[in-house]
């Protein structure tokens, strides 16, 4: 019963290159939060998905980047031409209907060079 | 005022001891209430959820008081392994649900 899966779990990118981060949410899960981290700082909300809806992207920077949670497959969070502000450790987060807590992956940690 | 607000720490404690945690939170409507651990470097993992009426796990009681609005946290007989990052978490129902963090306290545990 595996939990929930992100990869990359590093990933280095230059300035003006994309990012795809991957998150395959629990076995049974339909909702799908990512949340961005920097060094020393608290979890920042980006996006809630459902499959195939987006219902809350308040978090999400308006340009350069977006999320999508396919009927098939993972969810992926894309940043285009990411900047060195955008390093920081990206959790994905998922949770079944009427959750009691939320169940994060391991991260991926952007280095943006 | 933000909507989840913690002590950042650290709570530099030795072994053994009690230490308790404080958050608050600015939105009155909100409903469910959780404390995270983070390791450095690691995902948060749901420690407890907190319910109105309080809840213990074995060293650990957590308590909710919305007429103040503020959530805390209890750790009894203090570990090494309890060093680590609190956050506490609010989910509030704004028309979605979403999970909101503090940023943390820190709890260093020391011989």
């Known amino acids: 019963n595996a939990g929930v899966m992100q990869n990359p779990r590093h990933l280095v990118r230059r300035r003006g290159q994309e990012a795809r981060l991957r998150c395959s949410p629990m076995?049974?899960?339909?909702?799908v939060y990512w949340y961005r981290q920097l060094p020393e700082e608290g979890l920042k909300f980006m996006v809630y998905?459902?499959?195939?809806?987006?219902?809350?992207e308040s978090g999400m920077p308006k340009e350069r980047f977006s999320a999508e949670f396919p009927k098939e497959g993972p969810s992926i969070l894309r940043i285009q031409q990411v900047v060195r502000g955008d390093s920081a450790a990206y959790f994905c987060?998922?949770?079944?209907?009427?959750?009691?807590?939320?169940?994060f992956g391991s991260g991926t940690r952007l280095t943006v060079v | 005022r933000k909507e989840v607000e913690q002590d950042p720490g650290p709570f530099n404690v030795p072994e053994g001891a009690t230490v308790a945690f404080n958050c608050t939170y600015s939105?009155?409507?909100?409903?469910?209430f959780f404390w995270y651990r983070q390791d450095c470097r690691k995902e948060p993992k749901l420690l407890m959820s907190v319910y109105s009426s309080g809840n213990e796990d074995g060293r650990f009681t957590a308590q909710l008081n919305r007429a103040s609005q503020y959530i805390s946290l209890l750790i009894r007989d203090s570990k090494l392994s309890d060093s680590a990052t609190y956050l506490c978490v609010v989910e509030s129902s704004g028309g979605s649900y979403i999970p909101t963090f503090g940023r943390g306290t820190s709890l260093i545990v020391h011989p």
């Open positions: 939105n009155s409507a909100s409903q469910s």
């Open positions: 998905l459902q499959k195939e809806n987006i219902i809350d």
């Open positions: 076995k049974g899960h339909s909702h």
């Open positions: 987060a998922s949770s079944p209907q009427g959750a009691d807590g939320y169940t």
